[in-house]
């Protein structure tokens, strides 16, 4: 679910407490005290599905995956130190995967994840015609990894 301004505003006032036992932080806690972070993800138009910006929203979160220093520089609170980021794509990704390229910055600058692998799968589309007409047909459900 996206952050809306009544969400930022409830968010706020409780980070202003240090009171991060409310749901809304249940998913920044959880990634915080991950050993390693697996991001799966479809390469559409140019990055990734919204649903994975709302949840980088949400594990973003001052006080429990990262503190700013009296400099003003974020601070990792994570535990992890290995990203990898899973992508598939029916063309080809070419020279800037700029959704993972995003994930690699903010991974790096506020969880302090160094080691930051890539996975691609691209050029599906080139493979669909080799398929028999019934897999063609066929679609696999969607799913999110949090709700």
Not at 79 to 86: E, G, P, W
């Amino acid at each position: 679910m996206p952050v809306c301004e009544k969400t930022l505003t409830h968010r706020d006032e409780c980070i202003a407490r240090g009171d991060f036992s409310d749901p809304f932080f249940s998913y920044a806690k959880q990634f915080a005290q991950a050993d390693e972070i697996v991001i799966s993800a479809p390469y559409w138009d140019l990055l990734f599905p919204a649903s994975l910006r709302a949840y980088i929203e949400r594990v973003c979160v001052t006080g429990v995956t990262f503190a700013y220093t009296e400099q003003g520089v974020p601070q990792s609170l994570c535990k992890a130190k290995r990203l990898t980021y899973v992508t598939t794509a029916g063309g080809f990704i070419g020279e800037h995967h700029l959704g993972f390229e995003y994930i690699q910055a903010v991974a790096a600058q506020f969880f302090g994840i160094r080691d930051i692998r890539l996975v691609k799968a691209e050029g599906l589309r080139a493979c669909l015609p080799l398929l028999p007409p019934t897999a063609r047909k066929h679609r696999l459900p969607t799913s999110t990894a949090w709700s």
